[in-house]
């Protein structure tokens, strides 16, 4: 991982310093060709000054020629003189130009050659007539020193322009002169830095690379699977201690040499083979292979038996196989200990099948049992009760008050001892879980369940309301009306004294369940016994005050539990207790039959 980020380090510092070079390139090539315009425009301007001086000149030797001519007919001077006097002219016309680019000189050129024309033309027509120029008068000698006069202050103005002109590119030049060093020098820095930076960078990889060497070949010198690598021919190049036990070979023996004359999985050629074409598979497709599994002798003999799962691994240098990394661990004892635990697992099934049938078999007796204690338990019980209550009808002038005492005790005894009875018999048809399940009719079951109490709501004077309609769930109806049967029951006899009961049956959907309330106006369950109040046999309160077995909540939890919901206590609006039920819904595709 460093080096790979290393290596996206360089391949960017390596763009950036392209670009910047080639800036810099460019910047150079610009610079330099400003020095060659500055150059071209300085040698330019001092042709245009010498020039300028040239002109001057062949005005001076034209006068002095004039005057040698004037002095002594000389042919020769006559020559020269004609000579001259052409000259200037073709210097004005080349002045013109030169300077051809600037409107100014253009202008003063144009003023300078008419200055020049009139003075030559002074010259020639002194020379047509020699005995007129020598009889010059005073004005016309001060006007031909006026005029030599122009013609050296318009050469002088010629000449300030250009040198100007001169200055300003000059400094053009210094100017590009010092950008093209800068550049040279920046081009120099960044490419030194670059230098710098790379060899840096490949000192660091290098010692990255010889430190993640070592210790990859102290791992695998310390792993305790065999591990051996190849190259693309297929020739040794590691091998670490357990790869050497594993092959008899050590690795010195084995550096060089070809895969299959190495890897011999003791003298097992299946196994060989095996393992040959697995590498040449990795190493023509570049796909790793995983927990292939090997079965012969080890190098250690014919009789050493050992279990051997090998993998192969291409090593990927550009997405492009160099080698390939083979790697096998035994797992002799693993294979031994899987082979024992297949048979403990096989005994230990066959032990829970004979111990669940004789859990069974046990559960058929005890239910036949309990059924049969049960009927044994109330047929007398109901004797009893029967002779209790005969004697309270026909006996009650002739019994002392305390006689009448004992017999209400014994009636009221027997009943409640009944109703355990019936409830304990309610819950062990629970656990047995042999009940159909379907859509059920809430409200069909609410029904039912009022019905059974119909007695006990027109004692207390209880006020029951369904808000109806109720949607249908998924369960037992003869389990539902025993739910509301022990809810709303509990709803009416646990409330204070002197107050009529009211309960609020009502259901609605709640995301993917049915939402059950039944809430009433008694007295409600503290919170730290919401939780205990569903126990087998819990009562908060006493028999004499509030009578009942302990075991109606156990059933509707048992109940609703079997029916794949829940039950919980919560406090009602206004106070009191509110059971909340979480029942399933029905099927979609279902319609809503009640369960008989």
């Not at 245009?48 to 062949?58: A, D, G, K, N, P």
């Not at 680019?101 to 002074?122: G, K």
């Not at 279902?590 to 008989?596: N, S, V």
Request: proline letters at 4%; charged letters at 25%; glycine letters at 8%.
């Amino acid at each position: 991982m460093p080096i790979r980020r290393t290596r996206l380090f360089i391949d960017y510092a390596t763009i950036a310093s392209i670009l910047v070079l080639v800036v810099m390139v460019g910047t150079l090539t610009s610079s330099i060709r400003h020095i060659w315009d500055s150059w071209r425009w300085v040698i330019h301007t001092r042709e245009v000054l010498e020039h300028v001086q040239m002109t001057i000149s062949f005005v001076h030797e034209a006068d002095f020629l004039q005057k040698s001519v004037l002095l002594e007919e000389n042919a020769e001077d006559r020559a020269a003189l004609d000579r001259t006097l052409n000259a200037i002219p073709q210097a004005v016309q080349k002045l013109q130009g030169l300077t051809r680019d600037n409107p100014r000189q253009q202008d003063a050129l144009q003023a300078y050659r008419q200055t020049l024309d009139r003075h030559t033309l002074a010259l020639q027509a002194a020379l047509a007539d020699p005995a007129d120029a020598g009889q010059q008068t005073l004005e016309e000698r001060h006007a031909a020193a006026a005029t030599r006069t122009t013609i050296l202050k318009q050469a002088a103005g010629l000449r300030a322009e250009e040198e100007r002109l001169l200055g300003f590119r000059e400094m053009q030049l210094r100017n590009d002169q010092i950008r093209v060093i800068i550049a040279v020098s920046v081009v120099a820095a960044l490419s030194i830095a670059l230098l710098v930076l790379v060899r840096w960078l490949a000192w660091r990889d290098a010692v990255i690379l010889i430190d993640e060497r070592a210790r990859l070949d102290a791992t695998l010198r310390s792993i305790g699977e065999a591990v051996v690598a190849v190259d693309l021919d297929g020739r040794v190049r590691f091998m670490n201690p357990v790869a050497e036990k594993f092959l008899g070979m050590s690795e010195a023996d084995a550096a060089g040499r070809l895969f299959e004359d190495v890897f011999r999985v003791g003298q097992n050629a299946a196994a060989d083979g095996q393992v040959g074409s697995i590498y040449r598979l990795v190493i023509s497709t570049g796909t790793p292979r995983f927990n292939v599994e090997l079965h012969a002798p080890s190098a250690g003999g014919p009789d050493a038996e050992h279990d051997w799962i090998a993998g192969c691994y291409p090593v990927l240098i550009d997405d492009r196989p160099r080698g390939a990394v083979i790697s096998a661990m035994d797992i002799t004892r693993l294979k031994d200990a899987q082979r024992k635990l297949n048979e403990a697992n096989q005994t230990l099934e066959q032990r829970v099948l004979e111990r669940t049938e004789a859990l069974a078999e046990t559960n058929l007796e005890l239910h036949a049992f309990a059924h049969t204690v049960a009927h044994d338990l109330r047929a007398p019980l109901r004797n009893i009760q029967g002779f209790a209550s005969a004697l309270l009808e026909d006996e009650t002038p002739r019994l002392s008050p305390t006689g009448r005492m004992f017999l209400q005790r014994i009636d009221g005894g027997v009943g409640r001892l009944d109703r355990l009875i019936s409830d304990l018999l309610d819950y062990s048809k629970l656990t047995r879980g042999d009940l159909p399940q379907g859509p059920v009719d809430l409200e069909r079951a609410v029904q039912l369940a009022l019905a059974d109490l119909e007695a006990q709501i027109g004692a207390s004077g209880a006020r029951i309301e369904v808000a109806s309609p109720l949607p249908a769930v998924l369960g037992n109806e003869a389990l539902l009306v025993q739910v509301f049967n022990n809810l709303i029951g509990n709803a009416i006899k646990f409330v204070a004294p002197g107050v009529a009961p009211r309960v609020l049956v009502r259901a609605h959907a709640a995301e993917d369940r049915i939402r059950v309330e039944v809430a009433d106006n008694g007295i409600g369950i503290s919170p730290a016994d919401r939780d205990r109040v569903f126990g087998v046999f819990e009562r908060l309160h006493g028999q004499e005050r509030y009578p009942g077995t302990g075991i109606g909540l156990a059933i509707v939890h048992k109940a609703v539990d079997w029916m794949g919901g829940s039950v919980r206590m919560e406090e009602a609006p206004g106070g009191g207790a509110m059971a909340v039920l979480s029942l399933r819904p029905p099927p979609e595709k279902q319609g809503t039959p009640h369960e008989a």
